[in-house]
Each structure stands twice: as C-alpha cells, then as structure tokens.
C-alpha cells in the first residue's frame, strides 16, 4: 500500500478521476446550456407566435421579446450556435483526450515513438552489418578455401597421372579426386548463394536473367532499372525473386512464369507471376513468411494474389532511397 501511494502513476490517476468529478460536468453542462440558447434562439419566432395575441414577453437568456420582428437576431444567433457546436464538441473531446494521455499515460506515447525511431534504426544497422558480414564470408570462401580445394584437386590430378591405372592407390587417388572436384562445384554453388557474383559486377537485372535461364520453366523476364541500386535492397530483391522462382517450380505445377522490375519515384517494384494451380497460403510453409519477414527488414511490403485455380502474383515493394549504391 505504502508503494501505491508512492507510484506516481498511482497520483495521475487521482487527477485524472478529480478531473471526471469536477471539470467534465461544467464542461457538459456548459454544452448542454449552448444546446438550449441555440434551439429557443431559433424557435423563438414560433414561441412569440405561440403566445397569442395577449403579447406575453417569452424569455431568451436574459432578454425578453414580445414581436416575431423582435426576435429575428435571436435566430440568427441561434443559427450560428448551430453551426458552432460540433466545434465546441470537438474541441472539449480532444482536451478530454489530451488530458487523458498525459495524466494516465504519462508520456509513455514520446518514449514509445523514440524507441520504434531507435528500433528503426537499430534494424538498419543490423541489415547493414549482415550484408558485411555475408560479403565477407563469400570473400573468404572464394579467396581461401575455394583456392585450396583448387590446389588440393589439382595434386590429386598430378599424383593420379603418375601412379600405374590398376594400382589399388591410383583407385583411392582417383576418388579422392573426384570427390574433391565435387566438392569444388558444390562450395561455387555455396558461394554463388551467398552472394552471386553477377549480382555484386552487373546488378540486379543482370542477376535476375541468369536466375530466369536456370529455372526449370519459361521465366519471361521484363527489367527497366535505370541505375544500380543499394547492395542490401538489390540482394533482397534477388533473395525474393530466387525463393519465389523455386516455389513456382516445387508447388505451383505453373508451366510459365514472369518476372517484372520496375524502379520509380525510388521504389522499387518486384512482380513474379505464374499460371499455376494457385492457393499458395504462407501458413502453408512454402516460405512465404521468410519472404514477406526478409522484405520488412528493409521497411518494403509483400502482397500476395494467389486463388484457387490461379494465377499467382507476388509483388514486392522496397523503397530504395535516392543514393547511388555504392561500388564494391
């Protein structure tokens, strides 16, 4: 209890229920009495002639007219009381509300608008530092371990060619040269992955077409790019362009699909269509979720049109910003 009474929003409650028993009912009535003046102000003509020919004074505020000619500013005032009101409404509702926010809120609204401002940023440096980092893993393995494996493939080769063929060494030899040469193809694929090196020399649209011509359907592809966009929003997009292709060939049973990149006004617009089967729901894990969560990193949107029987249609939007991306 003795916590309570020390909590201070414990004591802005307080106000806030002093003020619900004290101001709010002036400010009502003070409403209600406006209501009245307004509606007699108006009707007054109608209540003088109401009175009959006896002429008795009828009261308005603090005034009394006798005349229907006598209460003509009356309905003119009554008018504009009228047209008043929603106003004076408004107004004693939004220093209801403000007063609401700050004495039970507590400006917690400005504390939480600064931290979705710090979490804004927090995102965008974490992005940032994931492209770099992922930068430096493909530069590593293409550097380091791919040359080695390299190496190592090629003494294998050699020491093949000097052993006699039917040598039970020259058979391990020649294994172990073959599953390093497979070994090989399968760490270029792990680096193409990672960061495509068509992607990083040439640019999206460049990445795009290598994607369309190794897919296992027709990909029409349309492109309009007129400049090489920021490194993480053109590795979004070929993020979302790749897994949308893959599941077009896995689940859609489509026969064709389309691939259209359009940049305007510094968004950027991806839209992969096909003609299959549609129904493609994210909670179908098909990945859509991944995808839509990958486009929000960088503050865009997923849409998604997918009815049974289809076409299905996903369309990317990624605001890209005015600055040139920066060369590798």
Excluded at 83 to 102: E, F, I, K, Q, S
Aim: contains cysteine; negative net charge.
């Amino acid at each position: 209890m003795r916590a309570r009474y020390g909590d201070p929003r414990a004591w802005r409650e307080v106000g806030y229920v002093c003020l619900l028993a004290t101001v709010t009912p002036v400010l009502i009535g003070v409403l209600a009495t406006v209501v009245l003046l307004a509606g007699s102000f108006v009707a007054s003509p109608f209540l003088v002639m109401a009175q009959g020919p006896g002429n008795t004074p009828v009261a308005l505020g603090f005034s009394q007219i006798t005349t229907v000619e006598q209460s003509t500013p009356y309905v003119v005032a009554g008018l504009g009381l009228i047209v008043l009101l929603p106003y004076l409404v408004t107004l004693v509702a939004g220093g209801h509300g403000a007063a609401a926010r700050t004495l039970l809120t507590g400006g917690s609204g400005r504390r939480l608008r600064a931290e979705l401002i710090e979490v804004s940023q927090s995102r965008t440096r974490l992005v940032n530092a994931f492209e770099a980092e992922r930068r430096r893993i493909e530069r590593d393995l293409h550097d380091g371990a791919q040359q080695r494996l390299v190496s190592l493939t090629l003494k294998l080769g050699l020491a093949r060619l000097d052993l006699p063929p039917d040598s039970p060494a020259a058979t391990v030899v020649g294994e172990a040269h073959d599953q390093a040469k497979q070994l090989m193809a399968e760490l270029r694929e792990l680096i193409h992955g990672i960061q495509p090196q068509i992607l990083t020399d040439l640019g999206l649209g460049a990445a795009i077409e290598e994607l369309a011509e190794s897919a296992p359907i027709p990909v029409d592809v349309d492109t309009t790019l007129d400049r090489r966009l920021p490194g993480p929003i053109e590795n979004t997009a070929y993020f979302v362009v790749s897994e949308a292709l893959t599941n077009v060939a896995k689940h859609s049973g489509a026969t064709e699909a389309t691939v259209r990149t359009r940049h305007h006004d510094d968004l950027l617009t991806v839209e992969i269509g096909d003609n299959g089967h549609g129904g493609a729901d994210p909670v179908g894990g098909t990945g859509l979720t991944g995808l839509a969560d990958r486009v929000a990193v960088t503050g865009g949107r997923m849409l998604l049109s997918s009815p049974i029987g289809g076409p299905t249609v996903l369309c990317v939007e990624v605001p890209c910003g005015p600055s040139p991306r920066p060369s590798e």
